[in-house]
């Protein structure tokens, strides 16, 4: 495609133009292209349905078929974008189900101890306790270093934290709220080198990082493909390295159980199966725009508005540009509050009097923004938010007519 990044770009989905999408991070936008995809994959299946879903998609029709099934081909296709083998790889519905399924395949005995960092996702967080509770294991939250973010100090941290008593550690690769990009094979290493299993969560790695998870050292990797690679959602995939894979179960007993990961996890019932057969077209158009342009021009635009914001707002930026991907998180003005009732309020008026979507959240006593950077994203979208911000900030701050494009203070890392 020969299109120049930015607005221009809001042609290739079917966002709403009126509304100032900054908030790519939360649900994924498809793109039409993979929406059309995904549309002709189901079309083919409502031709011959049973044929389809019985014979291509699997093969419980006739186990003995030639070739590999549908499921198979998209799943090698992913697995190559990822560094990895099909074999090795599984679909499930999203990151949240993948980690569900590894924490509830082990084995836990009282006295065992969960770890996770305190940026966990809430859905995570609450697993771990529910799976802790049921086997008598114990939770243990590792804080990481924030606002003023250290990744040397959060491996330290990890080192500290591991007992004789740690069995496996749950570790985000990019954390939801805070959006910081965590050092994972850094510390899946440390936990590694001590004997305790590690489960990545990478809700928002794929399509946003460069991946070659078969490298980074970890025993499972679940990840989300319908944020920043471009699937119809929901689509997730689950890996699991090769010694690993024996305690992986699908969560419904179906035709296929009993024959292993990933295989059980192709049929599961009968659904919808088009967001995983159509998850090799999200690759596929990131590919034709030229994936290291997309990764640099999100992350180009997310660290400018980090800077640039701050700098307007006069809050601090206390993370470096090496912790930021394609989304990031700011430190909003005092006067706009510090609670979560307060953070609703705030994101809720942006989209309603001003067409901005946008997250907003509450940590250490004060309100964050989360900016996630797309290629149909582009500086006037800063600028209308900032402004939004400044309206809502104090009379002080609306008084000031600077704007977002001014040259950062010096002192910035």
Request: charged share 25%; with cysteine.
């Amino acid at each position: 495609m020969s299109r120049a990044f930015g607005r221009e770009m809001l042609g290739e989905w079917m966002l709403d133009p009126d509304v100032t999408y900054l908030n790519h991070g939360t649900v994924g936008a498809v793109p039409r292209a993979v929406l059309a995809t995904q549309q002709a994959i189901r079309d083919r299946i409502e031709r011959r349905p049973s044929q389809m879903l019985l014979r291509h998609v699997s093969h419980l029709a006739d186990p003995t078929a030639p070739g590999q099934t549908d499921m198979r081909v998209a799943a090698a296709a992913v697995a190559a974008r990822l560094g990895a083998r099909g074999d090795d790889l599984a679909f499930v519905d999203n990151a949240t189900a993948g980690v569900n399924i590894v924490l509830r395949g082990i084995a836990f005995q009282p006295g065992d101890q969960i770890l996770l960092t305190d940026h966990s996702y809430p859905t995570t967080a609450l697993l771990a306790d529910v799976v802790a509770r049921q086997s008598s294991a114990a939770v243990r939250r590792v804080a990481v270093p924030y606002p003023r973010f250290d990744p040397a100090e959060l491996v330290a941290r990890f080192r500290q934290a591991i007992t004789p008593q740690t069995r496996v550690a749950i570790v985000e690769h990019v954390t939801s709220e805070s959006a910081l990009i965590l050092p994972l094979a850094e510390i899946a290493a440390c936990c590694r080198d001590q004997g305790v299993l590690v489960v990545a969560d990478g809700a928002h790695a794929p399509g946003m990082l460069p991946l070659d998870l078969e490298t980074l050292g970890v025993d499972w990797y679940a990840g989300n493909l319908h944020k920043w690679a471009y699937a119809p959602r929901s689509c997730g995939i689950l890996w699991a390295r090769g010694d690993r894979q024996s305690i992986l179960r699908p969560p419904l007993v179906s035709w296929l159980f009993g024959q292993g990961f990933p295989v059980e996890f192709d049929w599961v019932g009968t659904r919808d199966c088009s967001p995983w057969l159509a998850a090799p077209a999200g690759f596929d158009f990131m590919e034709r725009l030229g994936v290291e342009d997309v990764r640099r021009y999100n992350h180009a635009l997310a660290w400018k508005a980090a800077v640039q914001l701050t700098d307007l707002w006069q809050t601090p930026l206390e993370r470096d540009e090496s912790s930021v991907g394609s989304m990031v998180t700011i430190a909003l003005p005092e006067p706009l509050g510090a609670t979560e009732g307060e953070a609703t309020r705030l994101r809720t008026a942006l989209l309603v009097e001003d067409a901005i979507e946008v997250q907003v959240n509450a940590r250490h006593d004060r309100l964050w923004l989360r900016v996630s950077a797309q290629i149909y994203n582009d500086w006037s979208d800063i600028e209308r938010l900032a402004a939004a911000v400044l309206r809502r900030a104090t009379p002080s701050f609306a008084r000031r007519e600077q704007r977002p494009h001014a040259a950062p203070r010096r002192d910035r890392p």
